[in-house]
């Protein structure tokens, strides 16, 4: 472990990997103390998340250190209070708010084909990376705060992309602090708190400026209408600004460069968008663009941006055929258990036909967006938004893999990221490239 403990912070992907290689799908990693298990088996991970959840919380290292920055949001939190929560943000995410975001999502990526537009004919490389996060952290901003899309709204998204940073910098320094040491990186944490809340208390106090009645039916109305203190409207805000815009940026921008490396596959979405006919609409992308939504799909698989979730479980329970105690962590990296050869064959490939007819439904050996009654809140929304987002870009430009193509690596942060951004040949079509016979379907 003390051998290896360089490696898990230079590259824990890669030591999830090699772990579950040389043991197998239950490792226990040497610490002291209660007993910390990496579970990879399907049907583990279906007891910890989803048959067994009652009695698997979210006491973990992962958790306690996002609360750092969200509090006790959705995301981090255990208490009880966390399903009430949960009620009151759900009409947010329900089909007819995500039907009204379908424009703000457009508007938000009309900012980026407007400057591609502007292209010359043979094209340019971009860094669509910084594209997607761009437009992913517009729409966080234009949906959740709607009315409020003012400078300081956007001071809070700022703020909170950098409070995240540190935390996992923090994570990541090679000597545990004590939490009484005052560090440079704490105070820097501790001032960007202060920052977010008085932000957030701004945008509080202004909405209800507006209006005393009701206070709107986005997150932020919903939020003030549901009884909560601003304390905890603060957290809930900063829990939705991490967990909404990093994790689609992220797939996002993997989904382009897949989309780059098969002209095939990007030509056959070009031409299903162009079949659909009208606008791409947040709800009901999956139905009338299959194609669309399994290239989504196939991505999310290849690069989950939440590589892993942890459970704590609160008394003890038999995962696989071994007992464990009350206090045992598990982790869960839907990284490793999507690359599963027994569930995905030719894991490490692009094809997207093996969800065409197959769906993602219940299935525990996918979770990009995790299991059971933890399950990503904002799921719609992100498969809605990226369906949008890509239609919108490649409707009139294609991706390729610039001259010299290396993939960039794959980095985990809160999301995991291209390591040094990922730059794109960006070209606009002509009517004849974007004909191309996108030939025949392979099978899965
Ligand atoms: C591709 C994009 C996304 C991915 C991959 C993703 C992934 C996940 C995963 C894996 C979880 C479960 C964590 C666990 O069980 O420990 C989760 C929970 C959550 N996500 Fe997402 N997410 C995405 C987009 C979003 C968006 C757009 C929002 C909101 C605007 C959002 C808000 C949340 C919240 C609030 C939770 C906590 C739900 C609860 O515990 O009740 N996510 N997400």
């Known amino acids: 472990m003390l051998r290896t403990f360089t490696s898990v912070r230079a590259n824990p992907l890669a030591f999830l990997a090699s772990a579950q290689q040389q043991y197998g799908d239950l490792v226990a990693f040497p610490v ?34 996002l609360a750092q ?13 966390w399903i009430e929560h949960r009620r009151i943000a759900a009409p ?38 910084e594209v997607a996060m761009q437009i992913a952290l517009d729409v966080v901003g234009r949906t959740l705060f709607s009315a409020d899309l003012s400078a300081r709204a956007q001071d809070l998204l700022d703020a909170t992309s950098a409070a995240a940073k540190l935390i996992v910098a923090l994570g990541r320094s090679i000597v545990p602090v004590p939490d009484w040491l005052p560090t440079p990186m ?42 909560l203190s601003d304390r905890e409207i603060r957290d809930e805000l900063v829990t939705m600004v991490v967990a909404g815009h990093e994790t689609v940026a992220a797939a996002l921008a993997w989904t382009l460069m897949l989309l780059a490396e098969d002209q095939p596959a990007q030509d056959r979405l070009r031409a299903e968008v162009s079949d659909h006919g009208g606008p791409v609409s947040m709800v009901g992308a999956a139905e009338s663009l299959p194609w669309t939504r399994a290239v989504i799909d196939e991505s999310l698989r290849l690069f989950p941006p939440a590589w892993v979730v942890s459970r704590r479980s609160s008394q003890p329970d038999l995962i696989g055929e071994q007992q464990v105690p009350a206090g045992t962590t598990a982790i869960i990296s839907p990284w490793l258990l999507h690359r599963r050869p ?55 430009h294609r991706v390729s893999t610039p001259g010299g193509w290396s993939r960039p690596r794959p980095q985990a942060h809160v999301a995991v990221h291209p390591r040094g951004g990922m730059p794109l040949r960006v070209t606009p079509c002509t009517a004849a490239s974007s004909l191309i016979d996108p030939g025949p379907v392979r099978s899965p």
């Open 32 to 65: 002291p103390g209660p007993p910390v298990l990496l579970v990879n088996d399907p049907a583990d991970v279906r007891q910890v998340l989803q048959t067994g959840a009652r009695h698997w919380d979210k006491q973990t290292v992962q958790y306690a250190a």
């Open 69 to 81: 920055v969200t509090g006790p949001g959705l995301i981090a939190s255990d208490d009880p209070s």
């Open 92 to 129: 947010a995410f329900h089909h007819r708010r995500l039907d009204d975001a379908t424009e703000q999502v457009r508007a938000a990526t009309r900012v980026t084909t407007a400057a591609w537009a502007r292209l010359p004919a043979q094209g340019a490389t971009v860094d669509v990376a």
């Open 186 to 227: 704490k105070l820097r944490l501790r001032a960007a708190g202060r920052e977010l809340d008085a932000l957030s208390h701004e945008l509080i106090d202004r909405r209800r400026e507006v209006s005393t009645d009701s206070h709107g039916n986005d997150l932020l109305g919903l939020l003030l209408d549901g009884g």
């Open 342 to 396: 027994e569930s995905w064959p030719h894991p490490d490939e692009f094809r997207p036909e093996r969800f065409l007819h197959t769906g993602t439904r219940a299935r525990s050996d996918y979770l990009p967006f995790g299991l059971g009654p933890r399950l990503c809140i904002g799921r719609e929304f992100a498969l809605g938004e990226m369906a949008i987002v890509l239609s919108e870009l490649l409707a009139h």
